[in-house]
């Protein structure tokens, strides 16, 4: 591979398109990209000669106007939301990376749920006060999971959740039911409170957009009945004051909150204190770096073929 900047590399070739690597683990790609297949893609440090960039998009979005021959943007993140905004321009190809976050995902939706049923936090306490005090809990088989947004990773907890014996409720803009997918039924995002009344828990994988911008308010939260919600979507789908009156009221029994509006978390949240919201820091699903890089891998050599790219993002449309 190719650099425009270690002093000893081959001259460039003008007609191949220039990389720059734009993302926290900048490193690890670029040793991905020495050791892969794309002999024809040169890598610049020189933002204002890149036409592809591989970047986080909240680094891009800062940057955009640094890159002024950009053609494709490739994202490391499946949230695109940072670069969705009117005051960003929108005269490139954006792609993300979808797939490889519903084992991950799901691994988070499950494993605090099977903790809350089974009272394993409580146990874990119990030990170290060395109390025995058993605790009566429900199978999770038979309840019903609400997953709003029935895309890979709707579908992938929806796969991982039946196994469980969970019944998996969707609900997505259309209303019709994926193909091969093991939803028993989808509503659409107007029939919502139809899908919610029946929760037992609640998954946010929603992408943002202007109709689903705190879907989960005040009204829509009413219709829970003490269930689990759980937010790994996007952080503007939850309205805080609506969430938290939700939890006051026992619509939602816990709230489980990877995603934020504002990261990191401002310390005036009151969700911090609050005894009934578990907070992580955006790590349901990481971004790694080698599954990453084999889409942008398969995407270069779609774009060096003329090809359409896989996983396009409509502007207009917000995913």
Excluded at 133 to 157: D, E
Excluded at 292 to 310: K, T
Aim: net charge negative; proline share 5%.
């Amino acid at each position: 591979m190719k650099s425009t900047d270690d002093g000893q590399s081959a001259p460039l070739n003008l007609a191949a398109p220039l990389l720059y690597i734009l993302s926290n683990q900048a490193e690890a790609y670029q040793a991905l990209l020495a050791n892969s297949t794309l002999s024809n893609i040169e890598l610049t440090s020189d933002a204002s000669q890149a036409t592809i960039v591989l970047a986080d998009p909240p680094l891009l979005s800062k940057q955009l106007d640094d890159f002024p021959k950009l053609l494709w943007a490739q994202s490391t993140f499946a949230g695109i939301d940072a670069l969705i905004t009117p005051s960003l321009r929108q005269d490139y190809q954006l792609t993300n990376v979808k797939g490889i976050f519903g084992q991950l995902i799901s691994e988070y939706v499950l494993g605090y749920s099977l903790s809350y049923f089974r009272h394993f936090s409580d146990y874990q306490q119990q030990q170290s006060e060395q109390k025995w005090q058993p605790h009566a809990y429900q199978s999770v088989a038979g309840k019903i999971i609400v997953i709003l947004g029935t895309g890979s990773i709707g579908s992938k907890l929806a796969q991982a959740a039946s196994a469980l014996g969970f019944i998996c409720l969707g609900v997505n803009r259309s209303g019709q039911m994926p193909p091969n997918s093991h939803f028993q039924q989808c509503y659409s995002i107007e029939k919502i409170d139809c899908a919610l009344e029946q929760a037992s828990i609640v998954v946010n994988a929603l992408p943002s957009t202007q109709q689903t911008r705190h879907i989960l308010n005040q009204q829509h939260l009413s219709d829970c009945q003490n269930a689990l919600l759980f937010n790994i979507g996007r952080g503007d789908a939850v309205e805080e004051q609506g969430l938290l009156t939700a939890l006051e009221k026992g619509w939602v029994a816990h709230a489980y909150l990877d995603v934020f509006p504002v990261e990191p978390l401002p310390q005036s949240s009151q969700y911090w204190q609050h005894p009934n919201v578990t907070i992580t820091p955006h790590i349901a699903a990481t971004s790694f770096p080698e599954q990453v890089f084999e889409i942008f891998e398969q995407n270069c050599h779609r774009w060096l073929n003329q090809q359409p790219l896989l996983n396009q993002i409509d502007f207009d449309l917000g995913y």
